[in-house]
């Protein structure tokens, strides 16, 4: 009963801007992590970026450039990044860890959630 939907994907040209957002809304009790991940063309999920509630962040050494924040009263986290390459070209995927009510009305958790995707291409 908990979602994490994302947006802000699609076609940009190299050198454009990219800024996606994730919300998570359903039956949650308490946030803690958040961030994304992206699967690049032919490779494995690898991480991009976290933020935690006080908002520490941690960045993949492997990708460069890229802004991670959090709005907390909104379960929203956005990442930003600008000067876009062919490189950048992947699926984004959201991330959350979340304790959440279940069917019986019980905390349960915290567990991971995931956002369904969505698809950047940076192309001219």
């Known amino acids: 009963q908990v979602q994490l939907v994302e947006s802000g994907g699609g076609l940009v040209q190299p050198g454009g801007s990219l800024r996606l957002s994730c919300t998570a809304t359903g039956s949650i009790y308490s946030m803690f992590d958040m961030g994304w991940y992206r699967q690049l063309p032919g490779k494995e999920r690898e991480l991009v970026a976290t933020i935690s509630t006080g908002g520490s962040r941690k960045y993949a050494d492997s990708v460069k450039g890229f802004t991670v924040s959090r709005d907390n009263t909104k379960n929203t986290v956005w990442l930003q990044k600008t000067s876009l390459t062919p490189d950048d070209t992947a699926v984004y995927y959201c991330?959350?860890?979340?304790?959440?009510?279940?069917?019986?009305?019980?905390?349960?958790?915290?567990?991971?959630?995931w956002g369904q995707g969505t698809q950047v291409t940076v192309s001219s």
């Open positions: 991330y959350a860890r979340i304790t959440a009510y279940n069917e019986q009305t019980v905390v349960a958790g915290p567990f991971d959630y």
